[in-house]
């Protein structure tokens, strides 16, 4: 079992940077870690993964270039730095932790937090 705190959303300027965290505990450090972002109508939709050592990281779209995924395991912390804030940044984010390939085969990821909402605004 695994369970995932998220913390650090809030309200921020466009441009402004953000970066949330996510306090793991039970046996994370085995597993893909990645956050998911949910915005209101649409899907939950992948928006960056860690491999369970850290060797491999991916941003999918917008995020590409703005944000950075990041984990310490020593610490039992997932990362995801957020820069140059857009609006379209708005949304629930939700810390999770499963196998690698869930994340890129439409596949739900097995573990979930809550969540933490970014909402991006003037």
């Known amino acids: 079992q695994v369970q995932l705190v998220e913390s650090g959303g809030g309200l921020v300027q466009p441009g402004e940077s953000l970066r949330l965290s996510c306090a793991a505990s039970?046996?994370?450090?085995?597993?893909?870690m990645g956050w998911y972002r949910q915005t209101p109508g649409n899907q939950r939709e992948v928006v960056a993964v860690?491999?369970?050592?850290?060797?491999?990281?991916a941003v999918e779209g917008s995020g590409k270039g703005r944000f950075t995924i990041s984990r310490d395991n020593a610490k039992n912390t997932l990362y995801l730095q957020m820069n140059s804030l857009k609006p379209e940044d708005t949304g629930v984010y939700y810390c999770?932790?499963?196998?690698?390939?869930?994340?890129?085969?439409?596949?739900?990821?097995?573990?979930w937090g809550q969540g933490t909402q970014v909402t991006v605004s003037s």
């Open positions: 039970g046996s994370s450090r085995f597993y893909a």
């Open positions: 999770t932790a499963g196998d690698w390939s869930n994340y890129f085969s439409g596949h739900t990821p097995a573990y």
């Open positions: 860690i491999g369970s050592a850290g060797g491999n990281a």
